[in-house]
């Protein structure tokens, strides 16, 4: 195995372990099967675990450098999934931060002399 080949199947088995997958169902990964996962999945760019159930995993060679491998998350290049993910959560949350009174915007709350 390449140099190269090598340095991206490093790459893909971290990814997996960082996002929770055990050895075993990287190793199936691996061997060209689809897994099937209920649990939880830890995104590395968003620090964010997403629960998940009856997903379906796989690894994918791009089809512009058969060397990289894509991991897919029902179809889906799993980065980007984590990404929507991500996004929906935001979208969730933020209705339910109110900002600050406009009474309380710009008063002084220090001490009186």
């Given at each position: 195995?390449?140099?190269?080949?090598?340095?991206?199947h490093?790459?893909?088995v971290?990814?997996?372990?960082?996002i929770?997958?055990t050895?075993?169902?990287?190793?199936?990964?691996?061997?060209?099967?689809?897994?099937?996962?209920?649990?939880?999945?830890?995104?590395?760019e968003?620090?964010?675990t997403?629960?998940?159930?009856?997903?379906?995993?796989?690894?994918?060679k791009?089809?512009d450098?058969?060397?990289?491998?894509?991991?897919?998350?029902?179809?889906?290049?799993?980065?980007?999934?984590?990404?929507?993910?991500?996004?929906?959560?935001?979208?969730?949350?933020?209705?339910?931060?109110?900002?600050?009174?406009?009474?309380?915007?710009?008063k002084?709350?220090?001490?009186?002399?």
């Amino acid at each position: 195995m390449s140099r190269p080949k090598l340095n991206e199947h490093l790459r893909t088995v971290l990814l997996c372990q960082y996002i929770g997958l055990t050895i075993d169902a990287i190793k199936q990964l691996f061997n060209g099967e689809v897994v099937s996962f209920t649990g939880k999945l830890h995104s590395p760019e968003h620090d964010q675990t997403f629960n998940v159930q009856d997903v379906k995993l796989q690894i994918f060679k791009e089809q512009d450098n058969p060397n990289k491998f894509r991991l897919s998350l029902n179809g889906q290049n799993i980065l980007d999934w984590f990404k929507q993910k991500y996004q929906d959560m935001k979208q969730v949350i933020r209705p339910h931060i109110k900002p600050p009174a406009k009474s309380e915007v710009g008063k002084n709350k220090g001490f009186k002399r």
